[in-house]
């Protein structure tokens, strides 16, 4: 198998086939198990560096493999922008919440549980934007012709 390993999970251009999607994808979402059942038992602190880590490596397949049908590879962003969006309305929630609770504002705990539930409810709704994009991603036929994004993949499967 030819696949470079440094394009696949490091560069936002380009393209990618099915193959090489579907292999990343895996891999990330090994990554993904070890890192919030094996690391995030050691250290929060660590899994959430690595979990923020992965963000890149896995805005880059879905980039390069959108690029390979002629979306935009900006697209791919939109799941990571929602729940980065959800999870600030959550933490201001939670600062919200335990100032109010300390100063003893029951309205202002209420408030501050209100907006981390709204957060949740957006980093929710934007995974399942990045799980209908990781599909749609994996099922789209390339583009068999070059497009705007750079000429159609070699198969990283062939024998050389």
Do not use: H
Not at 95 to 102: E, L, N, Q
Not at 104 to 123: F, I
């Amino acid at each position: 198998m030819n696949i470079d390993w440094q394009d696949l999970f490091l560069k936002p251009s380009g393209r990618i086939g099915q193959k090489e999607f579907w292999i990343g994808i895996l891999i990330l979402f090994v990554a993904g198990l070890i890192n919030n059942y094996v690391l995030a038992g050691m250290s929060q602190a660590v899994s959430g560096i690595v979990g923020l880590v992965l963000i890149y490596p896995g805005y880059c397949v879905l980039s390069s493999r959108f690029a390979d049908f002629g979306k935009s590879p900006k697209l791919a962003l939109l799941p990571y922008a929602v729940m980065a969006v959800g999870f600030l309305v959550m933490l201001i929630g939670g600062v919200t919440m335990g100032g109010s609770a300390i100063a003893g504002s029951d309205a202002g705990a209420a408030g501050g549980l209100g907006l981390m539930a709204l957060g949740g409810l957006a980093s929710g709704v934007g995974a399942v934007i990045w799980f209908v994009f990781v599909i749609w991603a994996g099922v789209a036929k390339g583009d068999p012709a070059p497009n705007a994004y750079g000429p159609p993949p070699a198969d990283p499967t062939a024998k050389a």
